[in-house]
T-cell receptor
Framework: GDSVTQMEGPVTLSEEAFLTINCTYT??????LFWYVQYPGEGLQLLLK?????DKGSNKGFEATYRKETTSFHLEKGSVQVSDSAVYFC????????????FGQGTRLTINP | GAVVSQHPSWVICKSGTSVKIECRSL??????MFWYRQFPKQSLMLMAT?????????EQGVEKDKFLINHASLTLSTLTVTSAHPEDSSFYIC?????????????FGSGTRLTVV
Protein backbone atom coordinates (compact mmCIF):
# COMPACT_ATOMS: atom_id res chain seq x y z
CA GLY A 1 0.00 0.00 0.00
CA ASP A 2 0.87 3.67 -0.11
CA SER A 3 3.35 4.97 2.46
CA VAL A 4 5.39 8.06 3.29
CA THR A 5 8.76 8.19 5.03
CA GLN A 6 10.21 11.36 6.53
CA MET A 7 13.63 12.02 7.94
CA GLU A 8 13.73 11.44 11.63
CA GLY A 9 13.76 14.36 13.97
CA PRO A 10 13.98 16.33 15.97
CA VAL A 11 15.83 18.88 13.90
CA THR A 12 17.39 21.89 15.60
CA LEU A 13 18.80 24.81 13.62
CA SER A 14 19.91 28.34 14.21
CA GLU A 15 17.94 31.24 12.79
CA GLU A 16 18.73 32.00 9.13
CA ALA A 17 20.07 28.48 8.52
CA PHE A 18 19.10 26.45 5.46
CA LEU A 19 16.47 23.79 6.03
CA THR A 20 15.90 20.48 4.31
CA ILE A 21 13.43 17.88 5.52
CA ASN A 22 13.53 14.75 3.43
CA CYS A 23 10.39 12.94 2.35
CA THR A 24 10.07 9.88 0.15
CA TYR A 25 6.98 7.96 -0.78
CA THR A 26 5.91 4.56 -2.00
CA UNK A 27 2.90 4.52 -4.27
CA UNK A 28 1.84 3.43 -7.70
CA UNK A 29 0.87 5.96 -10.30
CA UNK A 30 0.81 9.67 -9.56
CA UNK A 31 -0.45 10.59 -6.12
CA UNK A 32 -0.75 14.18 -4.97
CA LEU A 33 1.86 15.24 -2.42
CA PHE A 34 1.48 17.63 0.50
CA TRP A 35 3.39 19.27 3.29
CA TYR A 36 1.44 20.23 6.39
CA VAL A 37 2.62 22.14 9.46
CA GLN A 38 1.33 21.74 13.00
CA TYR A 39 1.94 24.30 15.72
CA PRO A 40 1.66 23.21 19.37
CA GLY A 41 -1.88 22.34 20.40
CA GLU A 42 -3.35 23.04 16.99
CA GLY A 43 -4.61 21.19 13.96
CA LEU A 44 -2.72 20.95 10.69
CA GLN A 45 -2.29 23.72 8.17
CA LEU A 46 -1.52 23.14 4.53
CA LEU A 47 1.92 24.49 3.72
CA LEU A 48 2.19 23.51 0.07
CA LYS A 49 1.25 20.80 -2.38
CA UNK A 50 2.05 19.37 -5.81
CA UNK A 51 -0.20 17.26 -7.98
CA UNK A 52 2.04 16.03 -10.77
CA UNK A 53 5.65 15.19 -11.52
CA UNK A 54 8.09 18.13 -11.61
CA ASP A 55 5.53 20.45 -10.01
CA LYS A 56 7.01 22.78 -7.42
CA GLY A 57 4.88 23.81 -4.48
CA SER A 58 5.86 26.95 -2.60
CA ASN A 59 4.54 29.06 0.26
CA LYS A 60 6.02 31.35 2.91
CA GLY A 61 9.54 30.76 1.63
CA PHE A 62 9.18 26.96 1.72
CA GLU A 63 9.51 24.91 -1.45
CA ALA A 64 9.20 21.27 -2.47
CA THR A 65 9.45 19.65 -5.89
CA TYR A 66 7.60 16.48 -6.90
CA ARG A 67 10.33 14.12 -8.12
CA LYS A 68 8.83 11.03 -9.69
CA GLU A 69 12.19 9.49 -10.56
CA THR A 70 13.33 9.50 -6.92
CA THR A 71 9.81 9.32 -5.42
CA SER A 72 10.66 12.30 -3.24
CA PHE A 73 9.14 15.59 -2.10
CA HIS A 74 11.79 17.20 0.07
CA LEU A 75 10.92 20.41 1.91
CA GLU A 76 13.40 23.28 1.77
CA LYS A 77 13.70 26.82 3.04
CA GLY A 78 16.64 29.10 2.49
CA SER A 79 16.56 31.00 5.77
CA VAL A 80 14.51 29.77 8.69
CA GLN A 81 13.01 31.88 11.44
CA VAL A 82 12.16 31.15 15.05
CA SER A 83 8.49 31.24 14.05
CA ASP A 84 9.05 28.23 11.77
CA SER A 85 9.42 26.01 14.84
CA ALA A 86 6.69 23.38 14.48
CA VAL A 87 6.08 19.81 13.40
CA TYR A 88 6.08 19.19 9.66
CA PHE A 89 4.21 16.34 8.02
CA CYS A 90 4.65 15.02 4.51
CA UNK A 91 1.60 13.28 3.07
CA UNK A 92 0.11 11.84 -0.09
CA UNK A 93 -3.35 11.15 -1.39
CA UNK A 94 -5.15 10.16 -4.53
CA UNK A 95 -7.86 11.97 -6.43
CA UNK A 96 -9.90 8.80 -6.72
CA UNK A 97 -10.33 5.74 -4.60
CA UNK A 98 -10.00 5.96 -0.83
CA UNK A 99 -9.00 9.64 -1.08
CA UNK A 100 -7.51 9.59 2.41
CA UNK A 101 -4.28 11.28 3.36
CA UNK A 102 -1.36 9.01 4.18
CA PHE A 103 1.04 10.77 6.55
CA GLY A 104 4.70 10.44 7.29
CA GLN A 105 5.74 10.27 10.92
CA GLY A 106 6.35 14.01 11.22
CA THR A 107 9.53 15.98 11.84
CA ARG A 108 9.80 18.30 14.80
CA LEU A 109 11.74 21.45 13.92
CA THR A 110 13.15 23.84 16.49
CA ILE A 111 14.79 27.09 15.45
CA ASN A 112 17.00 28.82 18.00
CA PRO A 113 17.58 32.58 17.88
CA GLY B 1 -10.36 29.63 1.90
CA ALA B 2 -12.02 26.55 3.26
CA VAL B 3 -12.57 26.52 7.01
CA VAL B 4 -13.34 23.61 9.30
CA SER B 5 -14.58 24.36 12.79
CA GLN B 6 -14.07 21.73 15.49
CA HIS B 7 -15.65 21.86 18.94
CA PRO B 8 -14.93 21.64 21.73
CA SER B 9 -11.23 22.46 21.69
CA TRP B 10 -10.77 20.62 24.95
CA VAL B 11 -12.92 18.52 27.23
CA ILE B 12 -12.47 16.71 30.52
CA CYS B 13 -14.90 13.93 31.33
CA LYS B 14 -15.33 11.23 33.91
CA SER B 15 -14.59 7.63 33.11
CA GLY B 16 -17.66 5.85 31.80
CA THR B 17 -19.33 8.89 30.29
CA SER B 18 -19.69 9.76 26.60
CA VAL B 19 -18.28 12.74 24.79
CA LYS B 20 -19.33 14.20 21.43
CA ILE B 21 -16.98 16.15 19.20
CA GLU B 22 -18.35 18.20 16.31
CA CYS B 23 -16.67 19.03 13.04
CA ARG B 24 -18.28 21.58 10.72
CA SER B 25 -17.28 22.79 7.29
CA LEU B 26 -18.18 26.49 7.36
CA UNK B 27 -17.98 27.63 3.76
CA UNK B 28 -18.09 24.48 1.69
CA UNK B 29 -19.88 21.18 1.51
CA UNK B 30 -17.89 18.23 2.69
CA UNK B 31 -19.02 14.92 1.28
CA UNK B 32 -16.12 13.21 2.96
CA MET B 33 -14.64 13.90 6.37
CA PHE B 34 -11.89 12.13 8.24
CA TRP B 35 -11.26 11.57 11.93
CA TYR B 36 -7.75 11.22 13.31
CA ARG B 37 -6.23 10.50 16.66
CA GLN B 38 -2.85 11.83 17.62
CA PHE B 39 -0.73 10.71 20.54
CA PRO B 40 1.94 13.04 21.98
CA LYS B 41 4.84 13.57 19.63
CA GLN B 42 3.43 11.14 17.10
CA SER B 43 1.86 11.31 13.70
CA LEU B 44 -1.85 11.28 12.99
CA MET B 45 -3.60 7.94 13.00
CA LEU B 46 -6.63 7.75 10.74
CA MET B 47 -9.57 6.35 12.68
CA ALA B 48 -12.36 6.49 10.12
CA THR B 49 -13.62 8.04 6.93
CA UNK B 50 -17.04 9.62 7.21
CA UNK B 51 -19.28 9.90 4.16
CA UNK B 52 -22.43 12.01 4.20
CA UNK B 53 -25.55 9.89 4.39
CA UNK B 54 -23.80 6.56 4.78
CA UNK B 55 -21.97 4.54 7.38
CA UNK B 56 -18.43 5.48 8.25
CA UNK B 57 -15.54 3.32 7.14
CA UNK B 58 -13.34 2.45 10.09
CA GLU B 59 -9.66 1.62 9.93
CA GLN B 60 -8.50 -1.75 11.13
CA GLY B 61 -8.28 -1.95 14.90
CA VAL B 62 -10.66 0.95 15.59
CA GLU B 63 -13.72 -0.05 17.61
CA LYS B 64 -16.76 1.22 15.75
CA ASP B 65 -19.01 0.72 18.77
CA LYS B 66 -16.76 2.86 20.90
CA PHE B 67 -16.10 5.63 18.41
CA LEU B 68 -19.46 6.46 16.86
CA ILE B 69 -19.33 8.63 13.77
CA ASN B 70 -22.32 10.37 12.25
CA HIS B 71 -22.26 12.43 9.06
CA ALA B 72 -25.87 13.46 8.70
CA SER B 73 -25.35 16.57 6.59
CA LEU B 74 -22.86 17.95 4.10
CA THR B 75 -21.46 20.33 6.71
CA LEU B 76 -21.42 18.35 9.93
CA SER B 77 -19.74 15.19 11.15
CA THR B 78 -19.65 14.11 14.78
CA LEU B 79 -17.47 11.71 16.70
CA THR B 80 -18.86 10.31 19.95
CA VAL B 81 -16.51 8.52 22.30
CA THR B 82 -18.76 6.19 24.25
CA SER B 83 -18.02 4.94 27.75
CA ALA B 84 -14.74 6.80 27.75
CA HIS B 85 -11.78 5.50 29.70
CA PRO B 86 -8.42 7.07 30.53
CA GLU B 87 -6.77 5.28 27.63
CA ASP B 88 -9.07 7.20 25.27
CA SER B 89 -7.41 10.43 26.35
CA SER B 90 -5.84 11.89 23.24
CA PHE B 91 -5.91 14.69 20.70
CA TYR B 92 -8.63 14.14 18.09
CA ILE B 93 -8.56 16.00 14.79
CA CYS B 94 -11.10 16.10 12.00
CA UNK B 95 -10.47 16.93 8.37
CA UNK B 96 -12.65 17.57 5.36
CA UNK B 97 -11.81 17.10 1.73
CA UNK B 98 -12.55 20.21 -0.30
CA UNK B 99 -12.32 21.15 -3.96
CA UNK B 100 -12.54 19.00 -7.04
CA UNK B 101 -10.21 17.52 -9.63
CA UNK B 102 -6.57 18.48 -9.14
CA UNK B 103 -7.65 21.49 -7.10
CA UNK B 104 -8.69 19.34 -4.17
CA UNK B 105 -7.22 19.59 -0.72
CA UNK B 106 -7.82 18.81 2.91
CA UNK B 107 -8.75 21.30 5.59
CA PHE B 108 -8.23 20.41 9.23
CA GLY B 109 -10.05 21.39 12.35
CA SER B 110 -8.09 22.82 15.27
CA GLY B 111 -8.38 19.60 17.24
CA THR B 112 -9.98 18.48 20.49
CA ARG B 113 -7.96 17.45 23.49
CA LEU B 114 -9.88 14.83 25.42
CA THR B 115 -8.88 13.99 28.97
CA VAL B 116 -10.71 11.17 30.73
CA VAL B 117 -10.32 11.11 34.51
Amino acid sequence: GDSVTQMEGPVTLSEEAFLTINCTYTATGYPSLFWYVQYPGEGLQLLLKATKADDKGSNKGFEATYRKETTSFHLEKGSVQVSDSAVYFCALSRIQGAQKLVFGQGTRLTINP
Amino acid sequence: GAVVSQHPSWVICKSGTSVKIECRSLDFQATTMFWYRQFPKQSLMLMATSNEGSKATYEQGVEKDKFLINHASLTLSTLTVTSAHPEDSSFYICSARDGTGFAYGYTFGSGTRLTVV
